[in-house]
């Protein structure tokens, strides 16, 4: 009778255990994945975060930001000093050699930016991913002609063959855009290539084949999985680097035209007044800095929490 009354007594302290240590692993997988991320995450990095997220949201909502059009002139007050510099509250950042607003042109300018970024660097990727697959698979000569493709994109310079292609073809923001896309793909393929080879020598590929899966439910479903985290580590390095070179070719007049302006539009015709007016190009110029700056820091702290080789 004592073992069965020494028994007795646990399953009374038992149901008051488990709730206090049942609770707490109820709480989502994800949210104290999110909280152990911020936790390790450095000051530089969340303040990395928190200035993408300030971009995204300025992008997403510019129309409704900006105080006035920013193709609005009025010649009456151009060249405004911004408020800083004395200038009047009703332009933040003064007015350009037209009158328009460059607190307004800086806004509509991040947005057009980074949509031209966006879109480019979805393309980017995907054709890096695709011709990746199609090397990996295949093999032989078409993995080769792959490989020269690599080569060559990788032999020249990509600010030689925009000029080219914008100087033949005339300027569009659709080609710009498509342009802009095929900058860094090369970078993709390779990665794809390697670690889809890698990942055909494993197990788990071979096995969802052997049960007769096509080779692109292979690739989509199980091994893209498997190897995104890698492939976005890529597209983090890829997307600052398109920043810099819409602002570069925007800067030369090749870029985004007038009357559409751009982070890089801005900047180029802002040059002719810096003595003057330098308010003009410091604004956009500052952004371009700060956004490819703090989104190299995050791609680098993503490489070293998703890449399990740097662990």
């Known amino acids: 009778m004592q073992k069965y009354s020494s028994v007795s007594t646990l399953p009374v302290a038992a149901p008051i255990v488990a709730e206090t240590n049942v609770e707490p692993m109820s709480a989502s997988p994800r949210l104290s994945l999110a909280r152990r991320w911020m936790k ?6 969340m303040a990395g975060i928190g200035w993408i997220a300030l971009m995204l949201f300025v992008a997403v909502f510019a129309d409704f930001l900006a105080p006035y059009t920013y193709s609005a002139l009025d010649l009456k007050a151009r060249l405004q000093p911004p408020v800083f510099f004395g ?3 009703n332009h933040l950042l003064g007015t350009d050699e037209l009158g328009r607003d460059v ?3 800086v806004i509509i300018s991040i947005q057009v930016s980074l949509l031209i ?11 890096g991913v695709v011709l990746g697959f199609l090397a990996a698979h295949f093999r032989g000569w078409v993995e080769q002609l792959v490989l020269v493709l690599i080569d060559f ?4 310079p990509f600010m030689i063959i925009a000029l080219a292609v914008l100087a033949f073809f005339g300027n569009s923001l659709n080609l710009f855009i498509v342009l802009m896309g095929c900058y860094g793909w090369e970078r993709t393929a390779r990665i794809t290539r390697s670690l889809t080879i890698a990942a055909n020598e494993q197990g788990y590929a071979s096995a969802v084949h052997d049960i007769g899966a096509s080779p692109w439910r292979v690739y989509i479903r199980h091994v893209l ?9 890529s597209v983090t390095l890829t997307f600052p680097e398109i920043i810099l070179l819409e602002s570069g070719l925007s800067f030369l007049g090749l870029g985004v035209q007038p009357p559409l302006t751009s982070l890089g539009n801005m900047v180029g015709y802002g ?8 308010w003009i190009l410091l604004a956009p110029s500052f952004i371009i800095v700060l956004t490819t700056f703090f989104i190299s820091i995050v791609g680098d702290w993503l490489r070293d929490r998703l890449d399990p080789t740097l662990r």
Do not use: K
């Not at 390790?40 to 990095?45: E, K």
């Not at 970024?117 to 054709?127: C, D, G, R």
């Open 153 to 156: 994109q990788a032999s020249l």
């Open 40 to 45: 390790t995450c450095p000051p530089l990095v």
């Open 103 to 105: 607190f307004s042109r």
């Open 271 to 278: 040059r002719e007044y810096l003595q003057s007016a330098p």
């Open 225 to 233: 999985p498997n190897i995104a985290s890698t492939i976005i580590v």
């Open 117 to 127: 970024a966006f879109i480019s660097t979805l393309i980017s990727a995907f054709v």
């Open 87 to 89: 200038g009047e509250t």
